[in-house]
Structure formats: C-alpha cells, structure tokens
C-alpha cells in the first residue's frame, strides 16, 4: 500500500499533494483549535502511536500475519482530522527516515491512507455505531467494518491511481513510463490482497481494540461520540476481551466480500465496455480476451483476472525467495506473531542507531549540511521520477551508487538493505510486464497471448530502474545524516515550526513507545506457556494496541505538563539552524544546475 | 532559618485539598518553605509528594486553599498573565521523576535549549548559556547525541540542565535519585548540592532515606496528603514511629545477638 517512488508520474504526484493539502490544512486549523496548547504534546504522541501501530505484525486467520495502518483505530479514537494528521506524520517520518513509501509519492500516500482512509473509516463507524451504547456490540462490529472498509477505500484510490498511469503516460514507442497496468489489472491486483489480508488486519485491530476499550477504558470512545449511552461497564474478568462468536458474522460477510469483489469489478467493466468510447479500462488488454470465450465480458473478466493473478503470483512468488531466510519461522507455527513484532520494533531501533554511528563517519555526504543534502537528493529522486530516457536513467543510477561508494556506504549492505529488497517487490511486479503489455513481439511463449514485448520489456526496464535510483538516494540521505537534523532541515523548506515541532517530537517518542510495546510482548512472553490459538493471539494484539494507546495518552498528558513547567504556552519555537555557508551555496547550486541538466537532457 | 520578619516565604500552602481522579491525594495540607531553605518532603509511593510538586509548581491547582510564591497567590488565572508567567516560570524549576517524559526534544541541545526558547531569550544568547551549562554539567559530548541513546544517569543529567540553564532561585525536584545506580545517584546529589549553596531554595520529594541528611535541612513527612511529622533528617530519621506509620521503613529481618529474635521495627540511621 506504500507506494514508492517510480510508481507514479510527476504530475500525478503532484496533483495528489495538492488533493491532500486542503485536507491537511483544514485539519491542522481545527486541531490547533480545539486543543490548544495540548497540540503539540497530543498530536506527536497519536502520531507516534500510529507509526508503532503500522509495525504491528498481526495474527491472521491461516497463519499468515499482516500490517495495518491504522487509520480505523486512529479515527475512531481520535476523530478524522486528528487521524488525517497524526497518519501523514506517521507516513512522512517511514518515508523519510526508513525508506517506506516513496518522497514524491509521499502525498499520493497520504491521500490514500491518512485522508481517504480515515474519512471513511470515521464514516462507516459512525454510520454502523450510530445510537449504540458504547459499550456495545455493534460498536465494536462497526469499528471492524470501519477498519475494513477505511482501508480498501484507500487501496482502491492507489490501483486507480495505478491503473491510469499506462494511458497517460508512454513513451513515444507506446511502452509505459510508470506503473505499467491498466485498471483492469491494479484493480484486482490490490483489492484481492487488501480485500482478504490487509484488510482483516486492519479489521481485526479495530474492532479487538475498541472491544479492549469498552472494558478498559470507555471514556476515550466518548471522544469520539459524544451522545452515545454507556451502561454500566462489567469487571474484567481478564485482561484480554471476550469476543468469542460475534466476529462469525464479520467473517461470512468477508467471504461474501472477497468472492463477490471480481463480480463487481465484472458489473464495473460490463458498464464501462458499452459505453464503447471509455477505453480507460479496456486499453491495453482488451486483445487478450482468448478468442474461445464468445462473451465479450467474460472473455474480458477471464483475461482481467489471469493478469492480475499473475501480477500478484509473481510477487509473491519473488518476495517469498528473495525474504525465505527472513521469514522462515524458527519453531514453525509457535514461533507467534509476537515474536514477529519484536524482531521488527528491534530493527527499527537498530537501523536508527546503525544511521547515527554512520552519519557520525566522514565521507562525502556526510560532509554536506543536512539541509542541502536533503534538497539535493530530493531533486535527484524528482529527476529519477521525472526523465523519460532509459540510458539517462542507468547514468542517475550510477551517480546515486558512487554517491554511496564515496560515502563510506558498503556496496554490500547497500545491495542488501535496498537493492535486493527493490529487485524483489518491483522486479516481482515489473516482470510479468514484460509479457502483459502490447506491442512489438521480442520472443513467444507456449502460452496462448503471454509473449514478451519490447515495450514491456522497457516499462520494466523503467519501472525497476526508478524504484531503485529513489531507493539508493533515500537510503543515502537518512544513512549519513543525523535523524533529528534530517527533521529539522524540513523547517528550512518552510514547513510550519508547528508541523517542525510534533515531527521531532512523535520521533522522539517513537523510541519511547517502541520500548513500552516490546517490555509488554516480552513480559507476556516470560509468562506464556505453550502456544497461543489464533484467536487469543488476535485478541491479544488488539489488547496491546490498546493497552499502548492509553500510555500515549497518559504521555502525552504527563509531557504536556514537563513541557508547561519549563515556560511552554501552546506555541511551537525552534532554534534556527545557523545560516548556510558559501561553499554550501555553491554546492546547492551545482546539485540544481546538474539537476536542470539531467532533467533537459532526459525528458 | 529565618529570614527577618518582613520577607515573605517563598512558597506557602494554606489548607490545600487535590483529587485525583475521586482519590483524595491532597487533603487540608498546610507548609512552609522560606527562602534559602533545603526542604525534603519525604513519604511512601501514593502519599502525595509529587502532587504537592505539582501544586506548588503551577502545574495543577488546588480545589480548595492557598498557595502562594513570595507572597502572591498561585493561581490558573494569575499564571495566564505574562507578566506572573515568564518570571514564574524561570524562578521556579521542576525536575520531573521520569526523565522520559521531560526530554521530549530530539537532542540534548535542543532539550537544554527549550526553556530559554519559550521565554524568549535572544537567540544568541540562548546558544551561549546552552554552551555554558552543558560544559558546567560535563554533558558537552552529548550535544547532538538522541535522547533514545542516553543512559539513565545520563538522562537525569541532561534533564538536570535542562531545568538549571534558566537558573532557577527554587528548584522542585520529584525523586531526583529515584532508579539510579549508587554511583550516579551520589553524583546527581553531589551536582544538586554544589548548585544549592548561596540563597537557593530547594524542595525534594523522595522515598530515599539514606541521601536525606545531604539534601535537605528540614523534612515534612507525608501520609495519606497531609503532613504527618516535620523536623531535622536527625530528629525524623530517629522517628521510628513516625517513619513506620508513613510507610517508609520496613521490619528489619536479621538478629542482634541471640537475646533478640524476633523480627522488629527499628531504624539505622546515625549508629556508625
């Protein structure tokens, strides 16, 4: 669901920050208003709790396990516009300091998630929770379809946003600049994954963690609504909410959910097809429709679904070689999901410190001043996404490699850390590509309309090459600088001091939470004997979250008042960096002029 | 101690009753801390220390009696005027028991930083002082270092200085040694004591029996939010009474020859 850098046309990126901004803006004016000076100290910690919550590694049915984002428990708790800002801090900071999410893609992310995401979310729980108790059971029902619903809305606005690409953007040959299938491919091809895993992750989270609430702590469901009754709360009889059969329902209509979506998505192309001058959705597959189906529509549906089934077998099928030795299990099933998440809040700690003993080293990057970094190797990810020449590509590629090599950045860990992962997720789904998109026929296979093109061939070419440049260029820039430099520079690009401030502080208080997160997997660890059920590891995930939002908030109050005892009044102030120097002017430009040159040269 | 007639105390509760989520955790509680004066308030976990902290800080407000600094009324309302606020807040300092919760800046520069940059100081002379303290609290070489990458003594420390730059002339201090390791909880007292001299005034909450005679001249002994007992460290160390009915002594577990074998209730303190 993040989408990286590449992925995305220039003028898409570009439009969608501009679809976010209003929201953004609106949301940041409400917020300061109705907390006043609690701003700051509130809105860091949720954001902070946010980014904990997307590493959260849950238990699904299967055995499996997934990530959500969490735009369901945030705008639940905390209401849309809270939830559209403390998810976007959440994205900015995985985007800008671990590489998740692309920087130009940053606001086609944020539209997606924190905005879409957490306008329906907040839209379905009130809707389905309207004149419930708070503690009853449809809340908790409503808040898992609020989960559900929040973030396929979101994961439908990225395949649209994919699936245009390849109609509005080729080169002059016809091969696809960015992400290379039509909607009648990134539609099935994100909602079946979101529709079956990403979403029950997302559904599971909220719905067990305002079920924890309704026992634990209801008033912090009143935020949210405010009219609704509460009966008396029962003790808790353990820590851990009982749900037992109330999420059979859920779990049918699920089923209902995920076989019917392709019948939709049949209903959607039939209507579209008819219309005849709407080639948005046939475009590039409609030849694929095999000859032996006589209905145009099935035959359509028939070849939407074998490309999309491919799209998503590949990927799994390169993720699951190119991550077999990470995600093997050490005792097979027991082996839970809490054991997951630790490893992955350790990491998290571990790249942190690894980033700031090499930002410490002195090679050529790390020479420059974070805020001429930052803007420098901003613009080569925007010339990365913006040039439309393969061989002009492989030479920004090779500048962000030797970039690396002169700042004592191994080849090794670099391979390793961005280049393997980029080969894996982009590679595994540039391939099929190769064989999916028309045109000039490079060689056959034995399957019947599955041959290789050399417009294919290219869009992967283009496609591979972006993803990793952006990559290479992110990783250098949070690999050689210190973190909290790196935050402050964004003041330099006039970011409100405000915004400035809460992105220092929920990074702050990440590390803090991070801590509390793996102390309460790890004592219920210490105290565990044998193996959780599926069921209760779910419930107790969901315990966790909510057991973590409490903390936040208890934070969140207790820094409120440390920050008051030391003269704070509600207002945001930073220490101004000092001013840049000549040489770092000079720097400045030559990066600005390389870039006016690649960007002339390669468009 | 004191301070002629006329001067008034620098801070004075007067009947002070706080609730805390419905539990009482001040009730009618009435003290007196004059100027220059090292005042330990001393009491179990839940006696209501670091509430009173809290109180006499400005941070929350009494529902019922006075508190007031040099003679003026501490008040939710006086404090939203600027001119009460700014010299309110640079006079009084508070260190808080979590270190966690005070350093909420993204390096140790920024964390020293922050008071000077919410009053106002010019911006200069901000850098200049943040120097000055650093090098004073022998944490320079931690300038930019994360807070996530600091030890727990190191975190006090810089919590220390982030409270002593605005060179406070009342220091509240919530469990200053509390989970520190006997070394660095000496250095910590060591660091408060040659800062306290001249006419600073000093207000610790604590549990921690053993530093008592050096921080503090004077104890009030808290139980249940009001004032059970108050005297020299001396005279309420040798309270075995009181200290037991506050909850801070525990029965002593080991025999004294062989006449006396049962466990009983008796202090150490002063027999070396």
Redesign the interface.
């Known amino acids: 669901m993040h989408i990286p850098d590449g992925y995305l046309s220039p003028s898409t990126c570009a439009s969608l920050y501009a679809g976010a901004a209003p929201f953004w803006y609106v949301a940041l004016r409400r917020v300061k208003r109705e907390l006043d000076s609690r701003t700051i100290p509130l809105l860091s910690m949720f954001s902070a709790f946010c980014f904990v919550v997307m590493l959260f590694n849950l238990p699904l049915p299967g055995g499996t396990t997934g990530h959500a984002v969490g735009m369901g428990v945030a705008s639940i708790v905390l209401g849309p516009w809270v939830s559209i800002l403390a998810i976007s801090i959440a994205l900015l900071i995985q985007a800008l300091l671990f590489g998740d999410g692309g920087i130009t893609a940053f606001g086609a992310n944020c539209f997606n998630m924190a905005v879409v995401g957490s306008l329906v979310a907040f839209a379905v729980y009130r809707i389905g929770a309207a004149g419930a108790d708070v503690t009853s059971r449809r809340r908790a029902a409503a808040a898992g379809a609020a989960g559900y619903l929040g973030i396929n809305a979101a994961a439908f606005c990225a395949a649209i946003e994919f699936g245009v690409q390849p109609l509005l953007f080729r080169t002059a040959s016809g091969a696809p600049l960015y992400a290379p299938y039509p909607l009648s491919v990134s539609i099935p091809a994100m909602m079946i994954g979101h529709l079956t895993f990403a979403g029950v992750a997302e559904l599971i989270l909220s719905a067990g963690m305002v079920a924890y609430l309704q026992r634990a702590d209801p008033a912090l469901l009143r935020r949210t609504a405010p009219g609704a009754k509460c009966t008396i709360v029962p003790e808790a009889s353990s820590d851990l909410p009982r749900r037992g059969a109330s999420l059979r329902g859920l779990w049918l209509a699920l089923g209902v959910l995920a076989i019917g979506s392709p019948l939709g998505i049949l209903a959607v192309g039939g209507g579209w097809g008819e219309a005849k001058r709407v080639s948005l959705w046939r475009a590039p597959l409609a030849d694929y429709a095999p000859a032996f189906i006589p209905n145009p529509f099935v035959g359509y549906f028939v070849s939407a679904m074998v490309g999309a089934g491919v799209v998503v077998a590949l990927a799994w099928l390169v993720s699951r070689a190119a991550f077999g030795e990470r995600r093997r299990r050490a005792g097979g099933q027991s082996a839970s999901f809490m054991e997951a998440t630790v490893r992955g809040l350790l990491d998290i700690v571990e790249r942190s410190i690894f980033a700031e003993d090499m930002a410490g080293s002195m090679g050529f990057l790390q020479r420059l001043d974070p805020r001429v970094k930052l803007a420098g190797l901003a613009t080569l990810i925007a010339c990365a996404v913006a040039i439309r020449r393969v061989w002009m590509l492989g030479a920004l590629f090779s500048i962000a490699t030797a970039m690396a090599a002169f700042s004592k950045i191994s080849l090794r860990q670099m391979a390793r850390r961005v280049w393997l992962p980029v080969a894996g997720f982009t590679g595994s789904i540039a391939l099929p590509a190769v064989f999916l998109v028309r045109g000039q026929i490079l060689f056959r296979t034995p399957l019947p309309g599955m041959h290789a093109t050399v417009e294919g061939a290219t869009s992967a070419v283009f496609l591979i090459l972006r993803a990793a440049t952006a990559a290479t260029a992110a990783y250098e820039l949070v690999m050689t600088t210190p973190w909290n430099r790196l935050l402050r520079a964004l003041r330099w690009f006039r970011a409100p001091v405000v915004l400035v401030v809460v992105i220092e502080t929920a990074y702050r208080y990440i590390s803090v939470l991070l801590q509390a997160a793996q102390n309460m997997f790890e004592s219920r660890r210490a105290r565990l004997v044998g193996r959780l059920e599926g069921p209760e590891q779910r419930r107790l995930a969901a315990a966790t979250v909510g057991v973590l939002l409490d903390k936040s908030l208890q934070f969140s109050v207790e820094m409120h008042t440390a920050m008051q005892a030391r003269g704070f009044r509600g207002e945001a102030m930073v220490l101004e960096e000092t001013r840049l120097r000549a040489n770092d002017w000079a720097l400045l430009s030559a990066f600005l002029a390389a870039a006016v040159l690649v960007l002339w040269a390669g468009l | 101690m004191s301070n002629g007639a006329g001067a008034p105390p620098v801070f004075e509760a007067r009947g002070v009753s706080y609730r805390y989520r419905g539990v009482a955790a001040l009730d009618g509680l009435s003290m007196r801390v004059e100027r220059g004066e090292r005042v330990a308030l001393i009491g179990a976990n839940g006696s209501g220390k670091s509430t009173l902290i ?1 109180v006499l ?1 400005g ?1 929350a407000f009494a529902e019922s009696g006075q508190v007031s600094f040099l003679g003026e009324a501490v008040t939710q309302e006086r404090l939203r005027d600027e001119s009460f ?2 010299p309110f ?2 006079r009084v ?2 260190l ?1 028991q ?1 270190p ?8 140790v520069f ?1 964390e020293v ?3 000077p ?3 106002g100081w010019p ?1 200069d002379e ?2 200049a002082v943040v120097e000055r303290t650093l090098d004073r609290m022998g944490i320079a070489h931690l300038r ?1 270092r ?4 600091l030890s727990g003594g190191e975190k006090k420390r810089v919590a220390l200085a ?2 002593l730059v ?1 060179d406070p002339e009342v220091l509240l201090l919530d469990e200053p040694t509390a989970a520190l390791d006997p070394g660095t909880q000496s250095e910590v007292v060591r660091l408060l004591a040659s800062w306290a001299n001249g006419p600073r005034t000093v207000i610790t909450a604590t549990h921690d029996l053993d530093t008592l005679e050096e921080i503090a001249d004077r104890c009030y002994v808290l139980e249940r939010g009001r004032i059970a007992g108050e005297g020299s460290p001396m005279t309420v160390l040798h309270d075995v009474g009181l200290l037991t009915e506050a909850g801070l002594l525990r029965p002593q577990h080991h025999k004294h020859g062989r006449d006396v074998a049962q466990p009983h209730p008796h202090a150490h303190w002063g027999e070396v």
Do not use: C, E
């Open positions: 809290r800080a941070l606020f700014f807040r640079r300092g508070v808080f979590n966690d919760v005070q350093l909420f800046n993204t390096s920024d930083a922050f008071g940059l919410q009053l911006r901000i850098r930019n994360a807070p996530h990458r982030s409270v605005l």
